[in-house]
């Protein structure tokens, strides 16, 4: 059996340790909240991708007939104050569900005022835009991501069969009625 004195300053250690781990606990700093991965899509954003088209009207009744070179991928600025763009950039994603690019890369000094639109478009489209691009849309399985200067994406767009795992996969409502 051990000595009084020894249980005694036994038990006075033992509160110390545990009075010291409260003190340090209670000093720590809180753990900061995780910062978004810079592939999830930050609410918020004003400009967003408001229409994309894979290659146009078709001339014929066959998808061999579309008119391939007649894709774009318009953003839209829906905030109430002017945006700077600058360094924004849109990418593509193809058949397979992979992103590609970027499609287009917006000047130095690009700035969207409300409800104004940029516009990327493939090279012989005949379109009056913002930026041409040499890689078209695909006929099937296609979309589009936005990211802002910082490398945060902001907005993605894709139209895939459910089996297609794609990183314009987002989870949302089909807006069309």
């Known amino acids: ?79 109430d104050a002017p945006v700077d763009i600058t360094g924004y950039r849109i990418y593509r994603c193809g058949g397979t569900g992979a992103s590609y690019g970027p499609q287009a890369i917006a000047a130095e000094g690009t700035v969207l005022q409300p409800g104004e639109q940029y516009t990327t478009a493939g090279e012989g489209s005949g379109y009056d835009v913002d930026n041409i691009h040499s890689t078209n849309l695909a006929g099937y399985n296609y979309g589009a991501i936005l990211e802002d200067a910082s490398g945060q994406r902001v907005d993605a767009i894709g139209f895939y069969h459910e089996d297609v795992n794609n990183d314009c996969d987002v989870e949302g409502e089909w807006l069309q009625d």
């Open 1 to 79: 059996m051990l000595n009084p004195s020894i249980r005694r300053s036994g038990a006075v250690f033992a509160a110390a340790g545990v009075a010291a781990a409260l003190v340090l606990a209670a000093a720590a700093p809180a753990a900061a909240a995780p910062a978004p991965l810079r592939y999830d899509i930050e609410p918020g954003s004003p400009v967003l991708i408001s229409e994309i088209a894979n290659g146009g009207q078709r001339d014929g009744d066959t998808q061999a007939s579309r008119l391939s070179a007649r894709n774009f991928i318009e953003i839209t600025n829906y905030g």
